[in-house]
């Protein structure tokens, strides 16, 4: 048990805390004075909850001491992406139109993390509404990575992923339509999670793409993603999409090892043109770790892999530019008046969403609109069938897929943010499972050159968890990697 | 595909979107260059595929005919930006309901 | 309008379903409350919040595609449809498009005892919007100041009913919409009130020479609030467009709103605005693919519908077709069932409940569907009548005060003492005070002018407050005046 109670994982303080070595308020007010104190520098929260967040703390000290039952996850501080609905407290994701917006309910995320005791510290920055992958889009300003201070944490969840990999929370919840969750953690050194489509409730989740969007888990081991993904899957009646059957467990998984597993490496994503070297060795390493702990490694096709970025780029605008209709100047949030309503809710929503926004409800309109559906709409769900179908032939012949995360390391600051396309690009081995539905995450194997963190993305059918837990724990635990929880003060040391 | 300013603005009304001349302009720069990449999902043989609107198959979703929490009418108005007589209130409207 | 032409009519009719809750949400439906008060998170369209359908509404829809004679849909989506309008709290409208619940059916209607099969071409669910209130200004859109919304009745379920094209006149449409009106209301799923606005049509119109394949420029025309206001809006509308045509001039394909104090329709939109709504299959529910077993229990629960009701009437009880079209179309089968089955005469149990029930609840502004009479009450008065113990104008009376609670026919009778003389004796000594009184009437009957006994009668009667039996009193005169 370190003497900085932030250096720990969630595992080692739910550990100290029930052997009473520590309490929960210690470890929240641990947490909230390293964000008052590098905060500043990082930029990961857009609001901190410190009276909440200590008195729930408080509260499940009392309840731990008294021997009630506490949750799975009790004192355990969260960050909470600002795009979960939150009763009371601001949501903004990311936005001006949704500046002032104060929910009148809870997300069930919430809700369940509530039901856990994990204590949320506070509401982390994002692209707004979710869409883009550097934290460069959001209304309130930038995130920085923790590893270097001058480069993008990723995105859209790119405020949780630096709060985690930033030791602000050993926890952090960020959600994933297009890579999101998992293009951000492996900037960020971290485990980051994409469940199977339909098993953590997306109602109270600000939609974007709605058949893509999934909330996830955030951490620095694979073992605490496990426990806090366990913590908020599970079938909600309130969601008509959230799958009725109980989640696979996750927890189980994780000390079988890969002994005769079958383990496929999409190499037209490993030897990809546009994959860094650096990410290419670390992966590829990985992957004979993988072997050498006597997985059967195969090579592996997606033969329209190469169109789901594109399809996935006619997809999520078009379910975009539906879901962001509702923000108008009238019921709520941003209002700029004007002498008629139509008039009003066109100068409302000019002025409430920035560039990449209005970029993709223009395409996503347009890619909807009479004349186009077909060639555009339609045809990118046929692409998307046939995605569905690539992967289905691989877990035919594979237990588990593995790729990079992304083709490169955290880029610079400002780098691509003019470039829409470079941007998109981030994305290309993350996009093809959101189109599935089926579970990835990217979990660290290491740094580049620059000590850069790469992520290696395992990949596993729908309700796939826990074969796909099961492979990141077993190269987790045979890298041994230290995760350079300093990254952040010595970032902030050689600002300073 | 090429869009040409007057199709950018089309698209802006659909959306309900006000944008200045300079944003016409450089929105059908951009919008052309994202959706020259995206239509390479038309080289894609597709024509027998059946589309994939929800990624995990699920059927008859639904919910029995009971009664569920309403808000109060203070709630329901916390977030407006303008309130009249418990309602929300908006500037004239044009257009009849479609 | 010349017969060189002929009128192609299709219908839109919405119905609210009185479900307990909302299509999406549970929140509650019922009428009335103070605005945005029976909302939720789902109905305000907060982000985040995501539908549910309600499985009752989808039984509805199926039950009303059935008993249009539709195809039940082995699989089909809600769509969204996509506009901008303040009382949509989403600006889009879950709705259904290419793949409706149900298609492919069919209604008889009938104008003048001659039926026509009208084609249906689907019936999809959606959900009601918000409501407006325009300020300032006369109450309508145009003129107003600024609005304000309530959203109690945003989502609440509706059907929509599409017809073919295949209606031809005014008479022939207010029947459609009367017969679809019956059957939604004998399915229970539905108080079908046009008036009150839980079901709701809009016409299109267009009109073509006789002869001619193609259609021609069609015209939908809005706010048509009751069967009356149906049929006079398609007749005005095929006139204007006949005349249009006969002036050479074209129709303009437009939506129109009918005045129903002018008689008119005017142009609601100035310029036909192709609404390009941008549908696509609503990601956040899933398909609905009802079970075979589901169907069939849903079909065998149909209840009977006004068609065979109408035919039940006619054959089995042998009523005229005019009174069982009044006693179905007004929801008063039941009550007649139950008279017929406690032994009424089914033509009398018919005329009374054709006649005085349903012009006393017209007055009393009662739902004859709920009219306050047992069949068997009805039955017990058609039985004294009958029997004569009661004059039908006395049971008349009587009928009032069994409608107005005060009980059993008899009991009414008794209580009011409405009950019809027929103590001989009693009849006897009114017959001869009667006789006494107007020597010269009786002269009269005695020289053979047998029209002057309506004098003695009337005497009788009014001396016996008209409770007396006017076939004995009439006899008992003849007898002691020929005596």
């Given at each position: 048990?370190?003497?900085?109670?932030?250096?720990?994982?969630?595992?080692?303080?739910?550990?100290?805390?029930?052997?009473?070595?520590?309490?929960?308020?210690?470890?929240?007010?641990?947490?909230?004075?390293?964000?008052?104190?590098?905060?500043?520098?990082?930029?990961?929260?857009?609001?901190?909850?410190?009276?909440?967040?200590?008195?729930?703390?408080?509260?499940?000290?009392?309840?731990?001491?008294?021997?009630?039952?506490?949750?799975?996850?009790?004192?355990?501080?969260?960050?909470?992406?600002?795009?979960?609905?939150?009763?009371?407290?601001?949501?903004?994701?990311?936005?001006?139109?949704?500046?002032?917006?104060?929910?009148?309910?809870?997300?069930?995320?919430?809700?369940?993390?509530?039901?856990?005791?994990?204590?949320?510290?506070?509401?982390?920055?994002?692209?707004?509404?979710?869409?883009?992958?550097?934290?460069?889009?959001?209304?309130?300003?930038?995130?920085?990575?923790?590893?270097?201070?001058?480069?993008?944490?990723?995105?859209?969840?790119?405020?949780?992923?630096?709060?985690?990999?930033?030791?602000?929370?050993?926890?952090?919840?960020?959600?994933?339509?297009?890579?999101?969750?998992?293009?951000?953690?492996?900037?960020?050194?971290?485990?980051?999670?994409?469940?199977?489509?339909?098993?953590?409730s997306?109602f109270?989740?600000?939609?974007?793409?709605?058949?893509?969007?999934?909330?996830?888990?955030?951490?620095?081991?694979?073992?605490?993603?496990?426990?806090?993904?366990?913590?908020?899957?599970?079938h909600d009646p309130r969601d008509a999409t959230s799958?009725p059957?109980?989640?696979?467990?996750?927890?189980?998984?994780?000390?079988?090892?890969?002994?005769?597993?079958?383990?496929?490496?999409?190499?037209?994503?490993?030897?990809?043109?546009?994959?860094?070297?650096?990410?290419?060795?670390?992966?590829?390493?990985?992957?004979?770790?993988?072997?050498?702990?006597?997985?059967?490694?195969?090579?592996?096709?997606?033969?329209?892999?190469?169109?789901?970025?594109?399809?996935?780029?006619?997809?999520?605008?078009?379910?975009?530019?539906?879901?962001?209709?509702?923000?108008?100047?009238?019921?709520?949030?941003?209002?700029?008046?004007?002498?008629?309503?139509?008039?009003?809710?066109?100068?409302?929503?000019?002025?409430?969403?920035?560039?990449?926004?209005?970029?993709?409800?223009?395409?996503?309109?347009?890619?909807?609109?009479?004349?186009?559906?077909?060639?555009?709409?339609?045809?990118?769900?046929?692409?998307?069938?046939?995605?569905?179908?690539?992967?289905?032939?691989?877990?035919?012949?594979?237990?588990?897929?593995?790729?990079?995360?992304?083709?490169?390391?955290?880029?610079?600051?400002?780098?691509?943010?003019?470039?829409?396309?470079?941007?998109?690009?981030?994305?290309?081995?993350?996009?093809?499972?959101?189109?599935?539905?089926?579970?990835?995450?990217?979990?660290?194997?290491?740094?580049?050159?620059?000590?850069?963190?790469?992520?290696?993305?395992?990949?596993?059918?729908?309700?796939?968890?826990?074969?796909?837990?099961?492979?990141?724990?077993?190269?987790?635990?045979?890298?041994?990697?230290?995760?350079?929880?300093?990254?952040?003060?010595?970032?902030?040391?050689?600002?300073? | 595909?090429?869009?040409?300013?007057?199709?950018?603005?089309?698209?802006?009304?659909?959306?309900?979107?006000?944008?200045?001349?300079?944003?016409?302009?450089?929105?059908?720069?951009?919008?052309?260059?994202?959706?020259?990449?995206?239509?390479?999902?038309?080289?894609?043989?597709?024509?027998?595929?059946?589309?994939?609107?929800?990624?995990?198959?699920l059927?008859n979703v639904a919910r029995a005919d009971a009664p569920g929490p309403?808000?109060?009418?203070?709630?329901?108005?916390?977030?407006?930006?303008?309130?009249?007589?418990?309602?929300?209130?908006?500037?004239?409207?044009?257009?009849?309901?479609? | 309008?010349?017969?060189?032409?002929?009128?192609?009519?299709?219908?839109?009719?919405?119905?609210?379903?009185?479900t307990r809750t909302k299509m999406f949400c549970g929140c509650p439906t019922?009428?009335?409350?103070?605005?945005?008060?029976?909302?939720c998170?789902v109905c305000?369209?907060?982000?985040?919040s995501l539908p549910v359908p309600n499985a009752a509404a989808i039984e509805?829809?199926?039950?009303?595609?059935?008993?249009?004679?539709?195809?039940?849909?082995?699989?089909?989506?809600f769509?969204?449809?996509?506009?901008?309008?303040?009382?949509?709290?989403?600006?889009?409208?879950i709705?259904?498009?290419?793949?409706?619940?149900?298609?492919?059916?069919?209604?008889?209607?009938?104008?003048?005892?001659?039926?026509?099969?009208?084609?249906?071409?689907?019936?999809?669910m959606?959900e009601?919007?918000?409501?407006?209130?325009?300020?300032?200004?006369?109450?309508?859109?145009?003129?107003?100041?600024?609005?304000?919304?309530?959203?109690?009745?945003?989502g609440?379920p509706?059907?929509?009913?599409?017809?073919?094209?295949?209606?031809?006149?005014?008479?022939?449409?207010?029947?459609?919409?009367?017969?679809?009106?019956?059957?939604?209301?004998?399915?229970?799923?539905?108080?079908?009130?046009?008036?009150?606005?839980?079901?709701?049509?809009?016409?299109?119109?267009?009109?073509?020479?006789?002869?001619?394949?193609?259609?021609?420029?069609?015209?939908?025309?809005?706010?048509?609030?009751?069967?009356?206001?149906?049929?006079?809006?398609?007749?005005?509308?095929?006139?204007?467009?006949?005349?249009?045509?006969?002036?050479?001039?074209?129709?303009?394909?437009?939506?129109?709103?009918?005045?129903?104090?002018?008689?008119?329709?005017?142009?609601?939109?100035?310029?036909?605005?192709?609404?390009?709504?941008?549908?696509?299959?609503?990601?956040d529910l899933v398909?609905v693919?009802?079970?075979?077993?589901?169907?069939?229990?849903?079909?065998?629960?149909?209840?009977?519908?006004?068609?065979?009701?109408?035919?039940?009437?006619?054959?089995?009880?042998?009523?005229?077709?005019?009174?069982?079209?009044?006693?179905?179309?007004?929801?008063?089968?039941?009550?007649?069932?139950?008279?017929?089955?406690?032994?009424?005469?089914?033509?009398?149990?018919?005329?009374?409940?054709?006649?005085?029930?349903?012009?006393?609840?017209?007055?009393?502004?009662?739902?004859?569907?709920?009219?306050?009479?047992?069949?068997?009450?009805?039955?017990?008065?058609?039985?004294?009548?009958?029997?004569?113990?009661?004059?039908?104008?006395?049971?008349?009376?009587?009928?009032?005060?069994?409608?107005?609670?005060?009980?059993?026919?008899?009991?009414?009778?008794?209580?009011?003492?409405?009950?019809?003389?027929?103590?001989?004796?009693?009849?006897?000594?009114?017959?001869?005070?009667?006789?006494?009184?107007?020597?010269?009437?009786?002269?009269?009957?005695?020289?053979?002018?047998?029209?002057?006994?309506?004098?003695?009668?009337?005497?009788?009667?009014?001396?016996?407050?008209?409770?007396?039996?006017?076939?004995?009193?009439?006899?008992?005169?003849?007898?002691?005046?020929?005596?």
């Open positions: 048990m370190p003497d900085d109670l932030t250096r720990a994982d969630a595992a080692t303080l739910l550990a100290a805390m029930e052997a009473g070595e520590t309490t929960a308020v210690a470890v929240a007010e641990a947490h909230l004075a390293r964000i008052r104190a590098t905060d500043g520098a990082l930029g990961a929260f857009l609001r901190t909850l410190d009276d909440t967040a200590l008195a729930h703390a408080a509260d499940v000290d009392r309840r731990r001491a008294a021997g009630e039952t506490v949750g799975a996850l009790a004192g355990v501080p969260v960050a909470l992406k600002d795009i979960l609905c939150t009763r009371g407290v601001a949501t903004t994701c990311g936005s001006r139109m949704l500046e002032d917006y104060h929910p009148p309910y809870d997300a069930t995320v919430v809700e369940r993390l509530a039901a856990a005791d994990a204590v949320v510290l506070g509401k982390t920055n994002m692209d707004e509404f979710a869409m883009g992958s550097s934290t460069e889009n959001s209304a309130f300003g930038v995130t920085r990575n923790p590893f270097d201070l001058d480069r993008v944490p990723g995105g859209s969840s790119g405020g949780s992923a630096a709060a985690v990999g930033g030791r602000h929370a050993p926890l952090g919840i960020g959600t994933d339509t297009g890579g999101s969750i998992r293009q951000p953690a492996a900037f960020c050194g971290i485990v980051g999670v994409k469940p199977t489509y339909g098993l953590v997306r109270g989740l600000v939609a974007f793409g709605s058949s893509l969007d999934q909330v996830g888990p955030m951490a620095r081991s694979v073992a605490d993603a496990a426990a806090l993904y366990e913590a908020i899957a599970g799958i059957e109980d989640p696979p467990p996750a927890r189980p998984a994780l000390d079988r090892g890969v002994e005769g597993l079958r383990i496929g490496v999409v190499s037209s994503f490993l030897d990809g043109e546009g994959v860094e070297p650096g990410v290419r060795a670390r992966c590829a390493e990985a992957v004979e770790r993988l072997a050498a702990l006597g997985a059967d490694v195969v090579e592996v096709a997606l033969p329209h892999a190469d169109k789901a970025l594109p399809a996935y780029y006619l997809i999520a605008p078009s379910e975009a530019s539906s879901n962001l209709s509702r923000f108008d100047g009238v019921r709520y949030g941003l209002r700029v008046d004007g002498p008629t309503t139509e008039e009003m809710m066109a100068a409302t929503r000019a002025e409430g969403f920035g560039p990449e926004v209005k970029r993709r409800i223009m395409i996503g309109t347009y890619a909807l609109s009479a004349g186009y559906f077909d060639a555009y709409y339609l045809q990118a769900q046929k692409v998307r069938t046939l995605v569905q179908e690539d992967f289905a032939a691989a877990y035919a012949s594979c237990d588990a897929l593995v790729s990079p995360a992304t083709p490169s390391t955290a880029f610079g600051i400002g780098e691509k943010v003019d470039d829409p396309l470079a941007m998109y690009l981030n994305d290309v081995f993350a996009v093809p499972s959101n189109l599935a539905g089926t579970p990835a995450m990217s979990l660290p194997v290491g740094g580049d050159e620059a000590g850069l963190p790469v992520g290696l993305q395992v990949m596993a059918p729908h309700l796939g968890e826990p074969v796909m837990f099961q492979v990141a724990a077993a190269l987790e635990a045979s890298l041994g990697l230290d995760l350079a929880p300093d990254a952040l003060d010595d970032a902030a040391e050689e600002r300073a | 595909m090429s869009l040409s300013d007057e199709q950018v603005r089309h698209v802006a009304r659909l959306a309900r979107i006000a944008l200045t001349d300079e944003e016409v302009a450089g929105l059908a720069s951009q919008l052309s260059d994202i959706l020259a990449y995206a239509e390479q999902v038309g080289e894609v043989a597709a024509g027998d595929v059946v589309p994939t609107s929800h990624p995990y198959p059927a309403s808000l109060g009418q203070d709630e329901a108005l916390a977030n407006a930006p303008a309130v009249e007589d418990g309602r929300f209130r908006v500037p004239r409207i044009v257009g009849e309901e479609a | 309008m010349s017969s060189a032409y002929e009128a192609v009519i299709g219908l839109e009719v919405h119905v609210e379903l009185g019922d009428f009335g409350g103070e605005p945005n008060t029976k909302t998170a305000t369209g907060q982000p985040g509805a829809a199926i039950s009303l595609g059935l008993a249009l004679a539709c195809e039940v849909a082995p699989r089909s989506q769509h969204r449809k996509n506009y901008f309008y303040p009382d949509m709290p989403k600006n889009y409208q709705s259904q498009y290419d793949v409706p619940i149900c298609a492919d059916g069919h209604l008889d209607v009938a104008v003048d005892g001659t039926s026509r099969r009208i084609g249906i071409t689907r019936v999809h959606e009601d919007t918000g409501k407006s209130l325009h300020v300032g200004g006369t109450g309508r859109i145009a003129g107003a100041d600024h609005s304000l919304i309530d959203y109690n009745r945003a609440i509706l059907l929509e009913i599409v017809s073919e094209p295949d209606v031809r006149g005014p008479e022939e449409a207010r029947a459609y919409l009367a017969e679809l009106r019956g059957i939604v209301r004998a399915l229970g799923i539905s108080d079908a009130k046009l008036e009150e606005g839980s079901m709701r049509c809009d016409a299109n119109v267009s009109v073509r020479r006789r002869g001619d394949e193609a259609f021609g420029t069609r015209v939908e025309v809005k706010n048509m609030n009751s069967l009356r206001s149906l049929q006079r809006a398609v007749a005005h509308e095929i006139e204007r467009q006949g005349a249009l045509l006969d002036a050479g001039e074209a129709v303009t394909q437009e939506t129109r709103h009918w005045d129903e104090d002018a008689g008119r329709t005017s142009t609601l939109r100035a310029k036909e605005e192709v609404f390009d709504y941008r549908y696509f299959p609503d990601p398909p693919t009802p079970e075979r077993a589901d169907v069939e229990r849903l079909a065998a629960a149909l209840p009977e519908l006004p068609a065979q009701m109408r035919a039940r009437l006619t054959g089995g009880l042998g009523l005229s077709d005019e009174a069982a079209v009044t006693l179905v179309d007004a929801g008063l089968v039941v009550v007649l069932d139950d008279a017929v089955a406690a032994g009424a005469e089914p033509a009398a149990a018919a005329k009374w409940l054709a006649n005085e029930v349903l012009s006393w609840c017209r007055e009393a502004d009662v739902d004859p569907a709920g009219v306050p009479l047992a069949g068997d009450a009805l039955a017990e008065l058609v039985d004294l009548v009958a029997r004569g113990t009661l004059s039908t104008k006395l049971a008349r009376e009587v009928l009032v005060g069994v409608l107005e609670g005060e009980g059993r026919p008899g009991e009414v009778a008794k209580a009011r003492g409405l009950e019809q003389v027929s103590d001989e004796g009693e009849l006897v000594t009114l017959v001869d005070e009667a006789i006494a009184a107007d020597p010269a009437a009786a002269e009269k009957v005695r020289g053979g002018n047998d029209k002057a006994i309506g004098a003695l009668v009337g005497a009788v009667m009014k001396a016996s407050r008209g409770q007396a039996n006017p076939q004995r009193v009439n006899e008992l005169l003849r007898e002691r005046l020929t005596s």
